[in-house]
């Protein structure tokens, strides 16, 4: 299908916001932010605004989105290639997994646009919502492939996730506020293993 003339300056006008917007989200965060700079650094007008989005806080949850999405993508691609590069046991994915979203929260966009100002700008609602799409059917599928192997015991897969979903949570988090965050992303990366290990199967 053609796309018109009119509809792709529609499209390139919210993608020029979004991505003026997360600039400077991620630079001052969403309270220092005011509109009239989101909308001379993308250079369009407040009319373009409000036409693409509701308010500032609507144009914030599209930020939110993008970079939740970007990083979800980014974490499969790295866990699909260590899975090639480093042939192993779906424990140690599983474990690698884990640390390497860690990694992710130190990084600079989604540590303050998704982890800081999120919950703070749209409640913790809008995190819950976030782990649910990009988080739950990657950890289940890292589950069920580790029982199948015989290195986790049989356990409800559904609480099983939801529950580390929430270590996962409460540990990116606790580096995301932190005044160290390499500090605390290095101790929270630590307390993650060793809970992780408790899961694991030994040999009577």
């Not at 993608?15 to 630079?27: G, S």
């Not at 993008?66 to 699909?80: N, Q």
């Not at 140690?92 to 990084?107: I, K, M, N």
């Not at 966009?109 to 976030?130: C, E, K, N, S, T």
Request: glycine share 6%.
């Amino acid at each position: 299908m053609t796309v018109t003339r009119r509809a792709q300056h529609v499209a390139d006008t919210r993608d020029a916001l979004v991505k003026a917007a997360r600039e400077l989200f991620a630079e001052r965060g969403y309270a220092a932010t005011g509109t009239e700079e989101i909308v001379a650094r993308a250079r369009v007008t407040r009319g373009a605004l409000y036409h693409h989005f509701r308010d500032k806080k609507a144009l914030f949850q599209a930020v939110m989105n993008d970079v939740a999405a970007e990083a979800a993508e980014a974490l499969v691609t790295h866990e699909l290639r260590y899975a090639q590069d480093q042939p192993g046991e779906p424990w140690d994915q599983l474990r690698h997994g884990f640390q390497s979203f860690l990694d992710v929260c130190t990084t600079g966009d989604f540590q303050r646009v998704v982890l800081i100002d999120g919950p703070a700008v749209l409640g913790p609602g809008a995190w819950d919502q976030l782990v649910d799409e990009h988080g739950h059917g990657l950890l289940a599928e890292w589950l069920r492939k580790a029982m199948a192997n015989g290195e986790i015991d049989e356990l409800p897969v559904a609480p099983l996730a939801r529950l580390l979903a929430a270590l996962i949570s409460e540990a990116s988090m606790f580096t995301a506020r932190a005044e160290d965050p390499d500090a605390a992303r290095r101790e929270a990366g630590q307390v993650v293993d060793r809970v992780l290990q408790g899961l694991r199967r030994t040999e009577a």
